[in-house]
């Protein structure tokens, strides 16, 4: 069993920059591909970005890709969202996810944190 925290969100102005932060509770953090979700009202929830256990290969939407970087700490149990130039329409409930297994569902969420963009 993983639980899944996340923080950082809030709200910034177009152009600024936001860390959300995933901690992972249990022993066995660095045996999951982590994941970064949003969900924007009215809107189906997409991945953002994701990073696998292992070595660390990096998956970026393309509406993120360049200014977001996804990151994890295994140390520290904790993966990491960094995002720069942020625009209006990054304004969602972010969410971070844990997946046991390559090719099957992500078996582990958060409680989501908000981040609005303002224009």
């Known amino acids: 069993q993983v639980q899944l925290v996340e923080s950082g969100g809030g709200l910034v102005q177009a152009g600024g920059s936001l860390r959300l932060s995933c901690a992972a509770s249990g022993r066995t953090f660095s045996s999951y591909n982590m994941g970064w979700f949003r969900q924007a009202p009215g809107k189906e929830r997409e991945i953002v970005a994701r990073?696998?256990?292992?070595?660390?290969?990096?998956y970026y939407a393309d509406s993120v890709k360049g200014r977001f970087t996804i990151s994890r700490d295994n140390a520290k149990n904790t993966v990491y969202l960094q995002m720069n130039n942020l625009k209006p329409e990054d304004t969602a409930v972010y969410y971070c996810?844990?997946?046991?297994?390559?090719?099957?569902?992500?078996?582990?969420w958060g409680q989501g944190t908000q981040v609005t963009v303002s224009s």
């Open positions: 990073i696998r256990r292992s070595d660390v290969t990096t």
């Open positions: 996810a844990a997946q046991q297994k390559d090719g099957l569902g992500y078996n582990y």
